[in-house]
């Protein structure tokens, strides 16, 4: 079936370090990629998606590229800020069969950005 | 747009009691989602609904657990009885059925049973 595995955290940087959190897929079928980022106390929310491969899905200075050659699909910022401290989660969506509609998700990697 | 609405957002109940998460989606939206989250076992998909039905339950830990979407804007999610074990934040999310599937999460109910 289909999985997601993010590298294991808690990652902890200094403002304006370069942030990388892995993640790689399983999948069936192709798959639409996501990043979604959980801040404390709240819901999870988008932060971007790649819908194909060599895609790059980006917002508020985070980056991911859809590599289907090595089923991966990095986070990357140049730069964090302490208010990026959050839990993030890699997802993927299998268009084919009876499982449309369902985000199967990784495990999170808490991330936490000093000053 | 609210998006998804949530209630109660915090719930403290004992052993042994009913409980009951409600979940309002975003008009228009096909499907909808309950998630649990934990520390030990993280974001776990319990059940989702197209269009009202039950697609796949096979998420609900056991027959203590059920959920029902009698309309498009609500959908309920039911324990009981409560045990300890069932402290979580229960996320309900919903979607389109078109386009690259972007679900939409509410804040989230977090369920304590002592």
């Known amino acids: 079936g289909d999985s997601v595995t993010q590298m294991e955290g808690p990652v902890t940087l200094s403002e304006e370090a370069f942030l990388t959190i892995n993640c790689t897929y399983t999948a069936t079928g192709y798959p639409s990629l996501f990043w979604y980022v959980q801040y404390p106390g709240e819901g999870l929310q988008l932060l971007l998606k790649?819908?194909?491969?060599?895609d790059k899905g980006s917002n508020k200075g985070f980056e991911a590229t859809y590599r289907k050659e090595t089923t991966s699909f990095h986070l990357e910022k140049g730069s964090v800020q302490v208010s990026d401290s959050a839990v993030y989660f890699c997802a993927l969506s299998d268009p084919g069969g009876t499982s449309y509609g369902k985000l199967t998700f990784g495990q999170g990697t808490i991330l936490t950005v000093h000053p | 747009d609210a998006g998804v609405i949530q209630s109660p957002r915090h719930e403290v109940t004992e052993m042994g009691q009913e409980v009951t998460l409600r979940c309002k989606p975003i008009s228009g939206h096909d499907y909808l989602f309950w998630y649990r989250q934990t520390m030990m076992r993280g974001l776990e998909l319990l059940i989702y609904f197209n269009n009202n039905v039950p697609i796949d339950d096979s998420g609900m830990p056991e027959d203590r657990f059920s959920a029902k979407m009698p309309n498009a804007s609500f959908s309920t999610l039911k324990i009981q009885p409560s045990e300890p074990r069932d402290s979580a934040v229960y996320f309900c999310?919903?979607?389109?059925?078109?386009?690259?599937?972007?679900?939409?999460f509410g804040a989230g109910s977090r369920l304590t049973v002592l």
């Open positions: 790649a819908t194909k491969a060599d």
């Open positions: 999310a919903s979607s389109r059925a078109r386009g690259a599937n972007v679900l939409t």
